[in-house]
Every structure is written in C-alpha cells, then in structure tokens.
C-alpha cells in the first residue's frame, strides 16, 4: 500500500488527499450521528432492544441493500469522484444526486478524471443537498396550510409519476454519445442485453424472491457487463471516441 502510494500521483496530490481527510471526518461524524441518536435515546428511556430482535427485523432489509450499496459504490464511485463521500451521507443518489452529477458535467463538459471534473461534481452534489434541505424545510413549514390541497385527488395522481419522470431522464441520457469530457461512445446499450435478459429470466423464475436476490444479481452483473463491454469493444460492436481522436482528424484535414 505504501509503495502503490508513492507510484500513484493521486496520492501526492493536495487537492484529492484533502478531498478525501475531509470526507473520512465527515464520514465518521454522520455515522457517530445516526448511529448515536437513537443508541442514546434507547438508554435513557431504558428500551434498548435485544440484538437478535434487531437481526431479526434487519435481516431481510441488509440482505437486500448491502450488496446493492456495494454494488452502487463500485458503479459510481467513479463517476461522482471525492464527492461520493456527501453523497452517501445525504442520500437520494439514483434520484437526485447520479442526474445532477450527470448533468454538470455535460454543461460544463470538463476532462474526466481530472480535478475539475472532481470540482464539478462536487458543486452539483452540494447544491442539490442544499436545495434537498431548503425544500425540506419549506415543507416542513407548509405542510398543514398545504395539507387540503396535497391531499386532493389531483396532486395524489401527480405524485406517482415523479419518481418515473426522475428515472426516464435519467435513461434518456443512456441514449446520448457524449458522455462528458469530449468523450463520445457509440453502442454502448449493447453491453446490457445480456444482464438485462438474464435479469428478466431471473424475474420470471423467482418472482417472489426476486427483491432478495437483486443486490447480488447487480454485483455478479457488474463483471459480466464488464467482460461483455470488453468484447463488443474489440469487435467494434461499440466504439469509443477521444477528445485526442478529433483533434487528430482535424489535423489531418487542415
């Protein structure tokens, strides 16, 4: 580990080796939060409950979002760069946080991997908290003179399609070449029809026990995406297009 310190640039870098104290600290002081509310509130009202009640009530729900959480992390630690420290603090990643990243940096359009990318997604990540907290409060503050109106029929219908609407923008920009950076890559839909069959397969066989299995379903799916993407690739099944390459055949025909 020390020897792969001293070879990678990334660890010598002020920038990221601050990027990532602060969001070990932040890290640490959001688990002690949630953790440590109700682990207080627990002893002085003399309720704590037996470990084997909260394995039994937390069984079903860690054997669905353990894997699926390490499946997210390995997917989009990546993308969201030092910000996924804040992200995963504040959550509402694949609903607000994965389109905002997402979308700052095709406005932006800096050079991925680089520290502006870093910066950017950072930024989206922060304000999108922000803006998550303002809404909050405001309705906290307006929830019983708004309460007549959220409770009629027309905002309870309106209400049930604006988790979709978040999802299809989000599977819309699946559909675009440029993924940011000056980056284009063309076919790459192609790499999840295998996962995505086997899925559908998966879900017709074990339709009862399918939300169960899903977060391991995602961690096995990641390799084959991966193996599967590599071959199209090589195929030219999916081509992948550099900022370098069209500066080359600018050149080329100046």
């Not at 939060?33 to 207080?40: A, E, H, M």
């Not at 499946?71 to 804040?86: D, N, V």
């Not at 304000?127 to 906290?140: E, K, R, Y």
Request: hydrophobic share 50%.
């Amino acid at each position: 580990m020390a020897k792969e310190k001293k070879l990678n640039p990334a660890y010598q870098n002020p920038y990221y080796k601050k990027m990532h104290s602060v969001g070990r600290w932040m890290t640490v002081v959001a688990v002690a939060i949630f953790v440590g509310v109700p682990l207080i509130t627990c002893l002085h009202f003399g309720i704590m409950p037996k470990f084997s009640d909260v394995m039994l009530a937390s069984g079903g729900l860690c054997a669905i979002f353990i894997p699926v959480s390490i499946a997210e992390s390995i997917a989009e630690t990546p993308l969201m760069g030092s910000s996924y420290y804040l992200t995963c603090i504040t959550g509402n990643v694949l609903n607000l946080k994965l389109p905002a990243t997402l979308n700052a940096l095709k406005i932006t359009n800096p050079k991925q991997g680089t520290e502006a990318a870093d910066a950017v997604t950072g930024v989206a990540v922060a304000v999108a908290s922000l803006v998550t907290m303002t809404m909050i409060f405001i309705g906290v503050l307006l929830l019983a003179p708004l309460k007549p109106m959220l409770g009629s029929a027309a905002v309870q219908t309106a209400a049930q399609y604006v988790l979709p609407a978040l999802f299809g923008c989000l599977v819309l920009t699946m559909f675009v070449p440029d993924v940011g950076g000056g980056v284009r890559i063309y076919g790459r839909l192609k790499a999840a029809i295998v996962p995505f069959i086997a899925a559908l397969v998966l879900f017709f066989i074990i339709p009862k026990y399918y939300e169960v299995v899903e977060g391991f379903v995602m961690i096995i799916f990641i390799p084959i995406i991966y193996v599967t993407t590599k071959k199209m690739y090589h195929k030219g099944m999916i081509k992948v297009v550099l900022p370098e390459d069209d500066e080359a055949a600018d050149a080329e025909v100046k």
